[in-house]
């Protein structure tokens, strides 16, 4: 179903089945009517509050996703924030999103409050989403209830879950593909979405909620399969935000379960192109979406409905990346002969993580020149994890030694999972640019 | 159980994950990621199996403070009913 606000979800099928369930969350369940009485007592009370602008330091829960629906119906602008970045950050980024009221853990939220600001005017129906890498020069993504909503029937027209579904939710909240294919994708098709527990659940969540559907980074997929943590009754695995190794993506279809991958952006709402079926790297452009390739490969997307009203409070950022309403994605891609999308690798100076998250080059790198007095390094990815490659005479115990008061600010994710010293010269080009190509293979065989 | 009892069995239940990393040596000061190139769901696959073991729960949003062998040591020590 294609819904034009949260408050609409919860009405058709608060409406149409009152009784199914709409969230499980441990023990805990609250069908769609009790759902939507839930998020509408939670607004009154926050109207009754007067503020304006809700960070959610998101942990997942079904009191989180009832205070997000609430917020939302009661006008406020939300902010979804990453409860496991590093308190300053956290800081920084309640008062670039104005915040003036925080839900979350009580500890953490009492924590941060002197952060809190006056509030916005005009922020209704907005939703702050932070693009994948949480960094010092984060971006908050302004998407709105409305492009959500759009972005899930985008996603659920080319993968439809039936009401008999429970889709496992996995993701934080906070990043964007976890919200649209974790939560809204299974409500608007009016299933039952169960809510995972936590990370120390990852291993048993599946046997916990016999779920038919979830959605996965491919550093999860990777853990679920090792573990053996996969229940029989799931039919459908959904594996975005990340290059996905194949190997992993044939382990699971071994067992018989339908595969599909997914390239969308925060800017996009989530979810442009879907494989729906065969190679699952040949992706479907979602009916919503317009997909072209510039000269250079570069991939734009048109996607009236699902796009991002812009950066928040960042024009030039946004003017940048959005031009004529089209959006310049920074990754490269090509046609097949059935017109279907590959995304074969990355124009911006970025690394994309197998846990779904990014790394800006050039910010991480200065980080670790500025810690290590020393300029002549890069970033590459193996295996999908950040590691350093280092040019020049020292010990790899020493340097892990200064680079870790950096490492422990960082999530566990993007810290380096490895240290590469070398004698020689990084290679460059005429301008001075480091080959990261090149370097990547170079290091790859070793 | 004394600190340095918890820290062998942290490199016991590192190698029961990982037998790969037999011949590394596993100190309290080996970082975690980039020492022994574990990920992100590979520490969580021992801090579970270390919760279970020594029956304390270490808060998730403490997780990102646990950096070296040394510091889940000393997570668990805290949290042990004797401590």
Known sequence: MRFGRFG???????RETPDGLALRYGEKQLSYAQLREAVHKRAEALRRSGKTCLGILSDGSMDCVVELFA?????????????????????????????DMLWGDPELAEELSPALTGGVEGGSGRILFFTSGTTEQAKAVVLTDHSLCQSAWNGSAKLPLSRSDTLLCLLPLGHVFGFVCGLLWGLSCGACVALGRGARHYADDCDFYRPTAVSVVPMLLGFLLKTGAVNQELSLILVGAGDCPPALLAAAAARGIRVSFGYGLTETSSGVAISVSGDPFAMEICPDDTVTLAEDGEILILAPTCMMQGYYKMPEATEAVLKDGIFHSGDLGRFDAEGKLHVTGRKKEMLVLSDGTKIFLPEYEGRIMAALQHTELAVIARDGRPVLVFSGEAGQEELARQLKPLMAQLPRGQQLAGIHITSEPLPRTATGKIKRWELQQKVSTI | MTRDEILQKTRQ??????????????REDTVINTDTGIDSMGFVLIICKLEAM????????????LSTLGDVADAILKRLPNA
């Open chain 1, 8 to 14: 609409d979800l919860l009405d058709h099928w608060a």
């Open chain 1, 71 to 99: 917020a939302n119906l009661a006008g406020m602008q939300i902010v979804m924030l990453d409860e496991n970045v590093p308190e300053e950050l956290l800081q920084r980024l309640i008062v670039y999103t104005d915040a």
């Open chain 2, 13 to 26: 239940v590192i190698l029961d994950c990982f037998p790969e990393m037999a011949d590394m040596d596993l």
């Open chain 2, 54 to 65: 020594f029956d304390v729960r270490i808060p998730e949003r403490q997780w990102k403070k």
